[in-house]
């Protein structure tokens, strides 16, 4: 059963004295993030950007005659998952049967777990989420020989008769998950598809990591993956190793070099197929890792315009000790770190003046739990210094890492008033 989030003083940047409101209360609220009505730090969605990239991904899909099926790991929050069905996504891809769980008590009806499953709690929460939901949709992927022999125990041990819907995963070499070599991944799909316990689905893969921002290593790192998904797929038609499926699922996608992908999910293998892609981040972008990704994906396909960086994270400058360095109050508990540093985009002064973009030199370069240490040029005139009480944000690298440090963000118009927000469930 869904319950409307409420949101309230426990919440991270929420007023400390303030009642508990609904969602539907919060633009009410009048809320305007320049002049100091929320506590600093606080991670911002913006509003006209985050529509800009729902529309842009899902004509992207459209343009090319495939599903998408993002991955709500990304952000874990079921007002945008609830967005991006809108958007007209197939459904939601998720990490885990937890996350997957959460997603299906919030209305999500087809959902993708891109990765292994085989812990007998995880197999006995999946088959107890479709006897509560007889009309869910599911698929998890499967890797190995010793992954089915797991499976077939524990069904055996529970004198369950059900057949789990299944996708075969190739892997890359010194990648992640996923079988290597295509014998292996040949026998792995009679195996899947004699099993009393599993269904094979189709084939997926996943080329995110093999991203370069080479348009010539990347077109070849995913035309060698995907020629061996376009084999694999073909044989087991041949074969007969998906049965009587109605169609093929063929799913891969990161959010970097999707695009590549996209090319190659709709094979003719003289049955329906449905190309699923996962991407994640394409939601809210970001203003560093996946922007250079995506003036690649912007060179390739020859579009002025892509995605929108639509996640800031705003903190107050708390202490000026000594020339040449600020420090903000947003940490490693705020803001994500695990690829690139936090890039200061604005400021506005302590009473509340239009934002405007920080001097070149401003740079931030160490986090600790709760401050960021912004450097910048002393010997630059002393307007350009920051200044104690005004507010800076900044854009993030990697929004899987921003959102999880949040149990809410406001969505803000581009004047910073709060128009709406969303919670999380990490």
């Not at 409420?6 to 508990?20: D, E, M, N």
């Not at 509003?47 to 599903?67: E, K, T, V, Y």
């Not at 990591?209 to 035309?223: G, I, N, Q, T, Y």
């Not at 250079?292 to 000790?321: D, M």
Request: proline content about 6%.
């Amino acid at each position: 059963m869904r319950h409307p989030p409420v949101f309230g003083p426990h919440l991270k940047g929420f007023p400390t004295g303030g009642a508990q409101l609904t969602r539907e209360q919060i633009p009410q609220q009048g809320w305007q993030l320049l002049r100091g009505d929320l506590a600093l730090p606080l991670a911002v969605i913006k509003q006209p950007a985050l529509q800009h990239n729902l529309r842009w991904m899902r004509d992207f899909c459209a343009q090319r005659g495939i599903d998408l099926a993002p991955h709500g790991k990304t952000t874990m929050s079921p007002e945008l998952w609830a967005m991006q069905l809108e958007a007209g996504a197939w459904g939601i891809s998720f990490a885990t049967v937890f996350q997957a769980a959460v997603g299906v008590r919030h209305g999500v009806a087809r959902i993708v777990i891109a990765n292994q499953v085989l812990q007998p709690a995880e197999l006995d929460a999946l088959v107890a989420l479709h006897i509560e939901w007889p009309a869910l949709r599911s698929l998890f992927l499967v890797d190995s020989m010793a992954q089915v022999d797991l499976i077939e125990a524990w069904a055996l041990q529970r004198g369950w008769v059900g057949r789990f819907d299944v996708l075969l995963e190739l892997g890359m070499a010194g990648q992640r998950t996923g079988v290597r070599e295509p014998g292996a991944a040949r026998e792995l799909a009679r195996r899947i598809a004699a099993s009393p316990a599993l269904r094979l689905c189709g084939v997926e893969c996943y080329e995110g990591l093999v991203a370069r921002c080479d348009h010539a290593k990347d077109r070849a790192a995913v035309s060698e993956l995907m020629d061996r998904v376009d084999l694999l797929a073909r044989e087991g038609v041949a074969q007969g190793w998906f049965g009587q499926a109605d169609e093929i699922v063929i799913s891969a996608g990161g959010s970097a070099i999707f695009d590549l992908v996209a090319e190659r999910m709709t094979p003719d293998l003289g049955v329906p197929v449905r190309g699923i892609l996962r991407s994640g981040c394409y939601l809210t972008h970001d203003h560093l890792r996946y922007q250079r990704y995506l003036c690649c994906v912007g060179e390739r396909l020859n579009l002025r315009e892509t995605l929108k960086p639509a996640l800031e994270v705003l903190a107050c400058v708390q202490s000026c000790p000594e020339p040449g360095l600020a420090l903000l109050g947003m940490g490693r508990r705020d803001v994500s770190h695990d690829l690139d540093m936090p890039l200061p985009l604005w400021r506005s002064d302590a009473k509340g003046g239009a934002p405007r973009a920080v001097p070149a030199h401003w740079h931030i370069d160490a986090l600790n739990d709760q401050h960021a240490y912004l450097r910048f040029e002393p010997v630059a005139p002393q307007s350009e210094w920051p200044q104690l009480g005004e507010t800076v944000a900044s854009g993030i690298s990697h929004p899987c890492t921003t959102f999880d440090k949040w149990r809410w963000l406001p969505v803000v118009d581009d004047g910073y008033r709060v128009v709406d927000a969303v919670t999380t469930w990490f």
